[in-house]
């Protein structure tokens, strides 16, 4: 959907690092969601956001930080990389009140090695 | 604990016919089950959504069921085409709180 962005859509990184993946929307929506998806596993949230003051923690939150710098921007923070953290990230956003309904973002394949 | 599940396994339909995807959930019956799609290399995308009353909804060929006594929610595509293929996701409410629970997805493969 290209009303949410991701960017990068691919990085290989090594053990250690700090890295920042980013998320941009231009729907308006006040709700945002930072996801990672594995093999053979469901959509796992790691952090979500409802607005610019309001950030809660996923179930998978450990080892992971975020911040939203705007409403319209939502990054995932890895402040230092592991290897299984390697995944696929997506960041998803909602409308108050009908946050049944996400809208994603291509995704970030990520490669920590 | 609160859990979707979904077929891990691919599912093969014919070109022309009904592919049908199943997803059970675990716990209390949510307040609705979502339908996504997926394509590779691609964000999840919206399909529809059912509440717990209400049995079945329709959008052009496809259908989904919810069946709170069974626990467990089936997606229905008619006149299946290969357009159709892709992953598939089911999502449930948590019942504490607004976030989502997924399955890991079904692969429907449609054949010519």
């Known amino acids: 959907d290209a009303d949410v962005t991701q960017t990068p859509r691919n990085r290989i990184t090594k053990t250690g690092k700090r890295i920042m993946l980013e998320c941009s929307q231009t729907?308006?929506?006040?709700?945002m969601y930072w996801y990672r998806q594995d093999p053979g596993l469901g959509l796992r949230l790691i952090y979500y956001s409802f607005d610019v003051k309001d950030i809660n923690k996923g179930e998978i939150s450990d080892g992971y930080s975020v911040s939203r710098q705007a409403q319209a921007k939502f990054s995932l923070s890895l402040e230092s990389a592991i290897p299984n953290q390697t995944a696929l990230y997506f960041c998803?956003?909602?409308?108050?009140?009908?946050?049944?309904?996400?809208?994603f973002g291509p995704g970030t394949r990520l490669l920590v090695l | 604990s609160q859990k979707i599940e979904q077929n891990s396994e691919a599912l093969n339909i014919q070109e022309g016919k009904t592919a049908t995807l199943t997803c059970n959930y675990t716990?209390?019956?949510?307040?609705?089950l979502q339908w996504y799609r997926q394509d590779p290399g691609r964000g999840p995308v919206f399909l529809l959504l059912?509440?717990?009353n209400e049995k079945e909804k329709r959008k052009e060929r496809l259908k989904v069921t919810f069946d709170t006594t069974l626990k467990q929610s089936l997606f229905h595509i008619t006149a299946s085409q290969p357009a159709d293929s892709a992953t598939y996701l089911c999502a449930r409410r948590r019942d504490s709180n607004y976030q989502l629970i997924w399955g890991a997805g079904t692969k429907l493969i449609i054949k010519p």
């Open positions: 998803a956003t909602s409308e108050p009140g009908k946050e049944e309904t996400q809208y």
């Open positions: 729907k308006g929506h006040d709700r």
């Open positions: 716990n209390y019956s949510p307040a609705y």
């Open positions: 059912i509440r717990e």
